[in-house]
């Protein structure tokens, strides 16, 4: 049973440039978690989604940033335009079913670094 | 946001126990405490959480005061590679997501 996905692992791209980072939940698991994490600082949440549907994005800049999870295929996180700012480490959580209401916990990836030269 | 401190790091020895405490004065009824670590590099590892009481699995013990104003993360026998940062984190029930605050970077040494 695979865990959670994440690809690419190392993503350089030039200042302007578009970032695609993917994430394929646990099997069974339908809600989807995507984290950032600075150099040296701890994990910051950025949007939560189930299939189809963004249910929370109170942490991801409002420019820029977009995410998807389609009906089928991976979650992508997408930054446009890429500035140096937006090098760091991006991780993504899966769940089997929303947390709320629950006891549940989530399952990480091993992440995406994305740096901008 | 994070509603949890921690000391920011903590040495222990190999082989002895290493008790990492949390303090979350504000934690109400409906939330919980779980504990990640985040192994140099790696995705967070979920460890244990507990609501009340508390907690064994075979990783750790979570020992949640009566008050629940404060918890300790007990690794009974510390290993090199236990080395990580550590996340005490309170969740409530009705929230989809953890956040995660600035842990305590633990040192296990020879």
């Known amino acids: 049973n695979a865990g959670v996905m994440q690809n690419p692992r190392h993503l350089v791209r030039r200042r302007g440039q578009e970032a695609r980072l993917r994430c394929s939940p646990m099997k069974g698991h339908s809600h989807v978690y995507w984290y950032r994490q600075l150099p040296e600082e701890g994990l910051k949440f950025m949007v939560y989604?189930?299939?189809?549907?963004?249910?929370?994005e109170s942490g991801m800049p409002k420019e820029r940033f977009s995410a998807e999870f389609p009906k089928e295929g991976p979650s992508i996180l997408r930054i446009q335009q890429v500035v140096r700012g937006d090098s760091a480490a991006y991780f993504c959580?899966?769940?089997?079913?929303?947390?709320?209401?629950?006891?549940?916990?989530?399952?990480f990836g091993e992440g995406s670094r994305l740096t901008v030269l | 946001d994070a509603k949890t401190t921690q000391p920011p790091s903590m040495d222990c020895a190999e082989g002895r126990a290493a008790n990492l405490p949390c303090n979350h004065s504000?934690?109400?009824?409906?939330?919980?405490v779980y504990w990640y670590r985040q192994i140099h590099s790696q995705g967070p590892q979920y460890i244990i959480h507990g609501l009340k009481n508390n907690e064994t699995n075979e990783m750790a013990s979570l020992i949640i005061t009566e008050d629940r104003k404060s918890s300790t993360l007990i690794l009974p026998h510390a290993t090199l590679r236990d080395t990580a940062v550590y996340y005490c984190i309170v969740r409530p029930r009705s929230n989809n997501d953890m956040r995660f605050g600035a842990g305590t970077r633990l040192t296990v040494k020879p």
């Open positions: 989604l189930q299939k189809e549907n963004i249910i929370d």
């Open positions: 959580a899966s769940s089997p079913a929303t947390l709320a209401g629950t006891a549940g916990e989530l399952f």
């Open positions: 504000t934690i109400s009824g409906n939330e919980y």
